[in-house]
């Protein structure tokens, strides 16, 4: 069964930094499509960051030049470096990915087109 692990959050000042991991484990072929949402208590679920399954990368307009993805594919690892922080990026942060060829996503969508979520991490920002 394919699982992904996510590690990396916790609880930082405004303007700091985290960077997220994503493991994926037991997978029967390399991540295709992958990426980042988070959900804050109340509000509704966001795109924050995204692997296309063509390599192109897309941000939340909320993150772009504050966050970064990347992968590692030889580990099968999916990262998120988060910088510059700010209290509304409080949330808890999922990582959902896919490894079919040929998946597509949108940052608005990813939750319902990715067969696989991690379990999530939670991140805390204080000002």
């Known amino acids: 069964q394919v699982e992904l692990v996510e590690s990396g959050g916790g609880s930082v000042q405004a303007g700091g930094s985290l960077r997220l991991s994503c493991e994926a484990l037991?997978?029967?072929?390399?991540?295709?499509?992958m990426g980042w949402f988070r959900r804050a208590p109340g509000k509704e679920r966001e795109g924050v960051a995204l692997?296309?399954?063509?390599?192109?990368?897309s941000y939340a307009d909320s993150v772009t030049g504050r966050f970064t993805i990347s992968q590692d594919s030889a580990k099968n690892t999916l990262y998120l470096q988060m910088n510059a922080l700010k209290p509304e990026d409080s949330a808890m942060y999922y990582c959902?990915?896919?490894?079919?060829?040929?998946?597509?996503?949108?940052?608005?969508?990813?939750?319902?087109?990715?067969?696989?979520w991690g379990q999530g991490t939670q991140v805390t920002v204080s000002s």
């Open positions: 959902a990915a896919e490894w079919r060829s040929g998946a597509r996503t949108t940052l608005a969508s990813m939750w319902e087109d990715l067969e696989y």
């Open positions: 037991r997978l029967p072929n390399r991540l295709r499509c």
């Open positions: 692997i296309n399954g063509d390599g192109t990368i």
